[in-house]
């Protein structure tokens, strides 16, 4: 069975510090694919990054950096230097195989950014 | 902004009422999905619908009937509902079914049964 570990439920910073939301995962299969979503108040889930089990390079989109380390089962997400506009929960999420996609999501960071 | 429209944003209604929530995608994907949210729960899979075909069904209740009139349009009918029902339904969209697709997310529909 997939699993997704989320450990922090809700995460407060002041605005300009940086953020890192863990996300461990459980599979079995040697393909899957790792996703981050982040969900503002108003309820939709907004698409962030895409990574499969045979792409280990890091990333960055502007104030958001990725890393992917399959030795500890890890895809942690950093917001550097957050704004008040960050204030979300943001999912991570395991898909597997080359079957149905099911997302298995963890369950969620809340992350304040306080002004 | 999002590519998955979904109608009404909000909507209320009674035990009794037989309502329908809307969406509707333009990227030319062929799965789309119903997910149910709870309040401070990640989303749940309720259905996928993949080249207008039900594939999944997660033993959702009968009160709730999806429905695929095409390839851009999704439709979920709610019937005789629980309170217990009211969350925000998300619909979404894939190029296709197949894992490793990524999924894109309407804006939510909040539903509340009274």
């Known amino acids: 069975a997939q699993k997704v570990t989320q450990a922090q439920t809700e995460i407060s910073v002041v605005e300009k510090e940086d953020v890192t939301l863990d996300c461990v995962y459980e599979?079995?299969?040697?393909?899957?694919?790792l996703f981050w979503y982040k969900q503002p108040p108003s309820g939709e889930l907004v698409f962030l990054i895409r990574?499969?089990?045979?792409?280990?390079q890091n990333e960055i989109s502007g104030r958001y950096s990725w890393n992917f380390q399959k030795s500890t089962s890890s895809f942690n997400f950093t917001i550097t230097a957050s704004q008040v506009v960050d204030s979300a929960v943001y999912f991570c999420?395991?898909?597997?195989?080359?079957?149905?996609?099911?997302?298995?999501f963890g369950k969620g960071n809340q992350v304040v950014v306080i002004p | 902004d999002t590519e998955v429209t979904q109608t009404p944003k909000h909507l209320v209604m009674g035990m009794t009422n037989k309502k329908s929530l809307k969406c509707e995608q333009h990227?030319?994907?062929?799965?789309m999905y119903w997910y149910k949210q709870k309040a401070k729960k990640p989303p749940e899979l309720m259905f996928v619908?993949?080249?207008?075909?039900?594939?999944i069904n997660e033993s959702v209740p009968s009160r709730f009937s999806p429905e695929c009139p095409n390839s851009s349009l999704l439709n979920l009918h709610l019937h005789a509902l629980q309170p217990e029902d009211s969350a925000l339904y998300l619909c979404?969209?894939?190029?296709?079914?197949?894992?490793?697709?990524?999924?894109?997310f309407g804006e939510g529909s909040w539903l509340t049964v009274v």
């Open positions: 979404a969209s894939s190029q296709a079914r197949f894992s490793g697709n990524t999924i894109y």
């Open positions: 599979t079995r299969d040697t393909t899957y694919y």
């Open positions: 990574r499969n089990s045979f792409d280990e």
């Open positions: 999420a395991l898909s597997v195989g080359y079957g149905n996609n099911r997302l298995a």
């Open positions: 990227m030319g994907h062929r799965a």
């Open positions: 619908y993949s080249y207008e075909k039900l594939s």
